[in-house]
């Protein structure tokens, strides 16, 4: 520790870096989902149903480990935006398979795009083999992480 009581030390450098890495790449999502209206929570459930077409709420929320009414709320929002639409099951009618609209797909497709962006300029700069050698040391953090719990 430094006088102010501050931890000081590689290891503590390293792990804020880490934590400081995280939180503007999350800042950096969140500006551009934030100039369409949509939060995070609601646009990662859009990505899912992208992948997943015809999940039901009661799958969503088991896909997250929320409650069926927490779902509820963020797919509520998404259908008023026109990203989804939801369809009864001809199965089950207690069931909405929830799907895309074509402005929930544009979205997808934007996002995809902008991720993509966005993982390149994090990793401009990096050769290849640098690249390789990061993956190696955060999937050792990792691994280290999940022994720990």
Known sequence: MNPKGKPQGINH?????FINTEKLHRAVLERRLNKNGMFRAQHQILMCISWNQDMSQKELAEQYHVSAASIAVSLKKLEKGGYIRRLVDRDDNRYNKIRLTEKGKEEVERSISFFEKTEEGMLSGF???????????????????EQML
């Open 13 to 17: 450098a390293i792990v804020e870096a």
């Open 127 to 145: 050769s290849e083999e640098e690249k390789k050698i990061l993956y190696q040391y955060i999937r050792r953090l990792t691994e280290n992480l």
